[in-house]
T-cell receptor, first 112, second 120 residues
């Protein structure tokens, strides 16, 4: 069955450092992968989408890589700030009329 | 701009009682609509999705049902709630591409503020 794995343990990082979150998947051939941010008690907010034929995507301090051979995506936040503290979810989709499958998320804590 | 509304924000219901959660989208037409549930410490579980009025696809067999009586309205219901129905319910929409709103969506989902349901 399809499986998406994100590190269930919280990631603590010092302010100013680069945070790297991992999303691994099995039994899946996604057409695209997305990253969302979720704050406590709120709905997820879309951050970035990367398609299967793209290796890397950037948006301001965010960078996403997508390796379909390794079946892995890495999500980087450079110059991390306490305001970046949240849970980050990856989601995979196959295209067509849309059903995306979400990972369980990784909680990031940026320490001042 | 587009906005998505959900209500109520919080709800406490006894076991066996009915449920009705409503979601409406403004500023777009013919969206794909979704209901998710997020249990404590768990990921988002897709419950239902809809590509148009009256078109509902169920992802998980359960005592919940969904309806889409209007283009931008999505309702989640239950006749009798179970303890296991407790969780954070999220509605989301995604746009469709192409002429007259047909064709695959842009794949980005926009979530509402959620409803926190506690079944006692």
């Amino acid at each position: 069955s399809q499986k998406i794995e994100q590190n269930s343990e919280a990631l603590n990082i010092q302010e100013g450092k680069t945070a790297t979150l991992t999303c691994n998947y099995t039994n899946y051939s996604p057409a695209y992968l997305q990253w969302y941010r979720q704050d406590p008690g709120r709905g997820p907010v879309f951050l970035l989408l990367i398609r299967e034929n793209e290796k890397e995507k950037r948006k301001e301090r965010l960078k996403v890589t997508f390796d379909t051979t390794l079946k892995q995506s890495l999500f980087h936040i450079t110059a991390s700030q306490p305001a970046d503290s949240a849970t980050y979810l990856c989601a995979l989709g196959s295209g067509g009329y849309q059903k995306v499958t979400f990972g369980t998320g990784t909680k990031l804590q940026v320490i001042p | 701009s587009q906005t998505i509304h959900q209500w109520p924000a919080t709800l406490v219901q006894p076991v066996g009682s009915p449920l009705s959660l409503e979601c409406t989208v403004e500023g777009t037409s013919n969206p794909n609509l979704y209901w998710y549930r997020q249990a404590a410490g768990r990921g988002l579980q897709l419950l239902f999705y809809s590509v148009g009025i009256g078109q509902i696809s169920s992802e998980v067999p359960q005592n919940l049902s969904a309806s889409r009586p209007q283009d931008r309205q999505f309702i989640l219901s239950s006749k009798k709630l179970l303890l296991s129905d407790s969780g954070f319910y999220l509605c989301a929409w995604s746009p469709k591409q192409g002429l007259a709103g047909q064709g695959p969506s842009t794949d980005t989902q926009y979530f509402g503020p959620g409803t926190r349901l506690t079944v006692l």
